[in-house]
């Protein structure tokens, strides 16, 4: 494929890094582009060699740019498109990483009156416990899924250029509609984070127990790993993917209503049958 002569990145932390530097590293690009608030993490980037340039001005960002990855919370998309928006010629190519696609594009939408036709909403599904541009690393889409949502009015053209720039990346790119995304991300994702929070927040300092968590041992850990995620990101992703979350919220709460019924009413067998099931299950499809 070509290279690019400049690529803007606004939000330049762990993800839009990963991405820019591995472009980089590639030689597929001439000028990446950082944007952002934060001058000092701005600077590191230059000094990481994750960027070549940046601005704390949009204008001079996005101007002329081939292509712009957002890589900025769900919570502020909308804003950031219509910050650029003024600045963008005909033909530049947007994609984002937000992990909420139909909220996306309703953004997209609002500022733009349609979902622009060189606008290609993608997800991909990979990450680190550590966030920030110092954790940038340029293999961290390796053997990863990314997931692009193009509707019918997306440029084919834009849609292969995004799916060819994370195949260099050796991501493995799927496309899907936003709504089976976002439906498919609610239960695997979304869900298990909510109920990490939740447990965490049921268990502090509860009247009952005082300070329990010098007990607690590995398998609330692993539980709640998660539990420690960004709370302004999981904010963001539970009230733009609020009607996915909530559909799955619901089926797990009669769920545990039927597994509190088998509990408490010593249904040794059927709990064996529940247990084993879902053990055979993960250990055929995510293995030990």
């Not at 709370?231 to 089926?251: E, G």
């Amino acid at each position: 494929m070509k290279s690019l002569n400049k690529i803007t990145i606004i939000g330049v932390g762990l993800i839009g890094g990963s991405f820019a530097k591995g472009l980089k590293d590639a030689g597929l690009v001439k000028t990446v582009m950082g944007f952002g608030q934060d001058e000092s993490s701005l600077r590191k980037a230059i000094e990481l060699g994750v960027i070549d340039e940046f601005s704390t001005d949009m204008q001079t960002a996005v101007v002329d740019s081939d292509l712009i990855l957002l890589a900025v919370p769900l919570g502020v998309m909308e804003a950031v498109l219509e910050e650029m928006k003024p600045y963008l010629r005909q033909g530049t190519i947007i994609t984002d990483a937000g992990s909420a696609k139909s909220s996306v594009i309703t953004s997209a939408i609002k500022v733009f009156g349609q979902l622009p036709e060189f606008f290609v909403p993608g997800h991909p599904i990979a990450g680190k416990e550590k966030s920030g541009v110092t954790a940038a690393d340029p293999a961290l889409y390796l053997k990863h899924r990314v997931i692009l949502t193009p509707t019918e009015h997306t440029n084919a053209d834009a849609v292969q250029l995004v799916t060819e720039l994370w195949q260099v990346l050796g991501a493995n790119v799927e496309v899907m509609s936003a709504e089976q995304h976002d439906d498919i991300f609610a239960a695997t994702s979304h869900l298990p984070h909510l109920l990490a929070f939740s447990l965490v927040d049921l268990l502090n300092e509860h009247p009952e127990l005082g300070n329990v968590f010098p007990y607690t041992a590995g398998g609330f850990r692993d539980f709640t790993r998660i539990a420690s995620s960004d709370a302004t990101m999981w904010r963001d992703i539970a009230l733009t993917n609020s009607t996915a979350i909530v559909k799955w919220l619901k089926n797990y709460q009669a769920s545990i209503a039927a597994l509190t019924e088998l509990v408490e009413t010593q249904q040794g067998e059927q709990l064996f049958k529940l247990f084993e099931d879902a053990k055979s299950t993960r250990d055929r499809h995510i293995g030990h």
